[in-house]
């Protein structure tokens, strides 16, 4: 197999082969020797992916982006009721996605079973147990949503087409297979059919988001409508205001139960727009992995220890009471006059400055940590860890956006109620918590673990100031820190530092030896301590403030300033496309800061 970046080299070049060199002379490498008839060439550098392979990806991200852009329009068309479109075409559309997706994976998983012998590699990094365990906590909820829908269309059969009872029939059996197929196939990392495999795992991601974009659409349009009754009772009537009626023309029996079935669903819409965008994101991890080379080091198992983070867990459960307290009050007076409506606007905005107040300090004290203990970080190239990042910073966007438009229309409103100025700093504190949290966040991700031995950290320092040599020498070393000729790896380390000048010598050691830079208070267990609370603390407070948007309690709807600077239209479009996003970088970033807490 080809050598890529890390990867080992040659026999011939190991670091036991290196001739004795005189003090103050480098070692250099011997000239590489024939190889055998028939051997593989393993150690010249991979000058890229091979034609085919190329052309596969690239085609098969077009097509999943068509497939994306058409399901898209079809989407639209309902939204907006276009002539000829109606609700049963598009869950055609999603059904036939959805089976097609599902004669793959049984492809897959039956092909799997039959070449079970083989030995298969596997990216360690990818598809983690509490991943697969949160997937699969939302999906049991889908399923619950599954037979709530059946139910409701069984009410109204009367009136409904069969395509609504077919597709929650289909989506549940798609959501058991394919949380069966993560949980055994989330760290393949596939070297035969590429081609075919591109194109499977590719349709996978886009009916996922395809599935996620229609649970966003309903939830969107539920939320909308109870917006606009709320407008109704406090007498907007400068603002036109029609209903988009989603109740059938008939009658259920009994009509409590429908009542009762058709609020439910939407209280677990949430869930299931977790668990799509949950399901697109493993799989996209899948797809880039399709053909890659991976090195042979040792994943390093993180261990989840709960004790010693007393003070962050208390905070953070402490919040998360006030989220539930508040989100409670919220709905109840939102909408019922205009002076309950103020008041508990006033309400959120003041718990949710206290929140963002605390997780920014809490970031910051955690970033500085990280500042002033000068530690190696983690470059190699990980497809899991590339998208998290992505995925933080690009769906903050969609908070950061909102919070723009209402600090524009707070600076361009004629009159401003009593709410606004609580609006205001809130925000801004979103814009700067957010940007803090990411910070923390992506540089706690690419920290070496604690449990690294010293002399291996001290061997990467070595490795970057020495050059190629140490390359080489680096690439003979064993997983256990020592090399293959049984020395260990620090007198390696002392070997290679004899043919370098002095000053070079004591950089590199310097540089191994940052946390003796670190203040005496956090030394030797205080900074993991201290780290450990903030990481508790951050996770439950994104929990908390999930809550709110995700169960209908959105200020950027109720308070109306924004809608009357911007136009009643124009910011129901930004708020239901910035919404989704906003909600889901909440759960994504308790999830990213529970494997940080895992690793501290």
């Known amino acids: 197999m080809p050598g890529g970046p890390g990867a080992p080299s040659s026999p011939a070049t190991s670091a036991g082969s290196f001739p004795a060199a005189p003090s103050g002379i480098a070692a250099s490498p011997s000239p590489p020797q024939p190889l055998a008839e028939g051997s593989p060439r393993v150690s010249?550098?991979?000058?890229?992916?091979?034609?085919?392979q190329k052309l596969a990806e690239t085609l098969s991200s077009q097509y999943g982006l068509n497939v994306f852009v058409a399901g898209l329009l079809f989407l639209l068309a309902w939204a907006v009721h276009a002539a000829g479109v109606g609700k049963s075409d598009l869950l055609c559309v999603l059904t036939a996605l959805m089976l097609l997706q599902l004669l793959w994976m049984l492809w897959y998983v039956g092909r799997s079973y039959v070449q079970r012998r083989l030995i298969r590699l596997k990216d360690t990094h990818a598809g983690a147990r509490w991943l697969r365990g949160s997937i699969t906590l939302?999906?049991?909820?889908?399923?619950?949503?599954?037979?709530?829908?059946?139910?409701?269309?069984?009410?109204?059969?009367?009136?409904l087409s069969a395509t609504e009872g077919v597709f929650p029939v289909t989506h549940a059996v798609h959501t058991l297979l394919q949380v069966y197929f993560l949980w055994?196939?989330?760290?393949?990392?596939?070297?035969?059919?590429?081609?075919?495999?591109?194109?499977?795992?590719?349709?996978?991601?886009?009916?996922?988001?395809?599935?996620?974009?229609?649970?966003?659409?309903?939830?969107?349009?539920?939320?909308?409508?109870?917006?606009?009754?709320?407008?109704?009772?406090?007498?907007?009537?400068?603002?036109?205001?029609?209903?988009?009626?989603?109740?059938?023309?008939?009658?259920?029996?009994?009509?409590?139960?429908?009542?009762?079935l058709s609020h439910g669903i939407y209280y677990l819409y949430p869930f299931n727009i977790e668990y799509q965008i949950l399901a697109s994101t493993m799989?996209?991890?899948?797809?880039?992995?399709?053909?890659?080379?991976?090195?042979?080091?040792?994943?390093?198992?993180?261990?989840?220890?709960?004790?010693?983070?007393?003070?962050?867990?208390?905070?953070?459960?402490?919040?998360?009471?006030?989220?539930?307290?508040?989100v409670v009050v919220y709905m109840i007076h939102i909408g019922r006059s205009k002076s309950k409506s103020e008041s508990a606007l006033i309400l959120f905005y003041l718990y949710a400055i206290t929140v963002l107040l605390l997780m920014g300090a809490a970031g910051l004290v955690g970033t500085w940590i990280y500042r002033v203990d000068e530690k190696s970080l983690d470059e190699s190239k990980n497809p899991a860890r590339k998208l998290d990042a992505d995925l933080l910073v690009a769906t903050a966007s969609g908070s950061w956006l909102l919070s723009w438009g209402s600090i524009l229309a707070i600076a361009c409103a004629e009159t401003r109620p009593p709410y606004t100025w609580y609006n205001l700093p809130y925000s801004v504190l979103v814009i700067v918590e957010k940007y803090v949290q990411n910070l923390f966040i992506i540089e706690s991700v690419h920290r070496e673990p604690e449990g690294i031995p010293e002399d291996v950290r001290t061997l990467r320092v070595v490795t970057v100031c020495s050059g190629e040599a140490a390359v080489l020498a680096a690439s003979s070393l064993g997983s256990q820190g020592s090399s293959r000729d049984g020395s260990p790896a620090v007198n390696g380390n002392l070997r290679l530092q004899q043919g370098y000048h002095k000053e070079d010598q004591e950089?590199?050691?310097?540089?191994?030896?940052?946390?003796?830079?670190?203040?005496?208070?956090?030394?030797?267990?205080?900074?993991?301590r201290i780290l450990r609370n903030i990481t508790a603390f951050l996770f439950l407070c994104n929990i908390s403030l999930w809550i709110p948007p995700a169960f209908g309690c959105?200020?950027?709807?109720?308070?109306?300033?924004?809608?009357?600077?911007?136009?009643?239209?124009?910011?129901?479009?930004?708020?239901?496309?910035?919404?989704?996003?906003?909600?889901?970088?909440?759960m994504h970033a308790a999830a990213a800061l529970f494997e940080v807490y895992c690793k501290i």
């Not at 949503?145 to 059969?157: E, N, T």
């Not at 950089?507 to 993991?528: I, N, S």
């Open 44 to 52: 010249g550098p991979r000058r890229g992916a091979s034609v085919p």
């Open 138 to 159: 939302f999906a049991f909820i889908t399923i619950i949503l599954g037979c709530l829908k059946v139910a409701y269309f069984i009410g109204f059969s009367e009136c």
């Open 184 to 260: 055994g196939h989330a760290k393949d990392i596939i070297l035969s059919f590429k081609t075919l495999e591109r194109f499977g795992v590719i349709h996978s991601v886009f009916t996922n988001l395809l599935l996620w974009a229609n649970s966003v659409l309903n939830e969107s349009k539920h939320q909308l409508n109870e917006h606009k009754e709320r407008l109704i009772t406090l007498g907007f009537g400068n603002i036109t205001i029609v209903l988009d009626d989603h109740t059938p023309q008939c009658n259920c029996t009994p009509p409590a139960l429908c009542s009762a």
């Open 283 to 326: 799989l996209y991890v899948l797809w880039k992995n399709i053909g890659r080379r991976v090195d042979n080091s040792r994943h390093q198992k993180m261990q989840c220890r709960f004790d010693g983070v007393l003070v962050g867990s208390v905070l953070g459960l402490t919040v998360l009471a006030a989220t539930i307290t508040v």
């Open 507 to 528: 950089a590199g050691w310097e540089g191994a030896a940052g946390t003796a830079q670190c203040p005496d208070f956090l030394q030797g267990g205080v900074k993991r």
């Open 554 to 586: 959105r200020p950027e709807y109720d308070n109306g300033l924004e809608e009357i600077v911007f136009g009643f239209e124009p910011w129901i479009i930004v708020v239901n496309l910035a919404m989704p996003f906003s909600i889901f970088y909440r």
